[in-house]
């Protein structure tokens, strides 16, 4: 199912949906502007979350970028290992509807 060449249909998806992707553009742009959270710890949240979602597109275009902002192999290690204990934690409590 992956294929990093399939990207380039993102090209023709803002041709049939300039609206809708123009909106996910902007969505972007503002989410990654500088705030209350550094770039850096942005994209270790994203790098985190795209572990969790198992999205391969996003894992390496995360990585990339949270290393470019800055980050280490130290930090994407640990925010991987936050993405492991959030996953696993989710399946204890879903167990918890399958006792009682």
Do not use: W
């Not at 192999?73 to 936050?82: D, N, P, S, Y």
């Amino acid at each position: 199912m992956y294929d990093a060449a399939k990207m380039k249909n993102l090209k023709t998806m803002r041709e049939l949906a300039p609206e809708g992707m123009g909106a996910f553009d902007a969505l972007n742009a503002a989410v990654f502007k500088d705030g209350a959270l550094s770039l850096k710890v942005k994209e270790l949240i994203e790098v985190a979350v795209a572990v969790t979602t198992q999205c391969p597109y996003c894992i390496e275009a995360h990585v990339k970028k949270a290393k470019a902002a800055g980050a280490t192999e130290a930090e994407l290690t640990e925010a991987t290992l936050v993405a492991a204990a959030l996953r696993a934690g989710g399946a204890v409590t879903h167990g918890a509807h399958a006792i009682g």
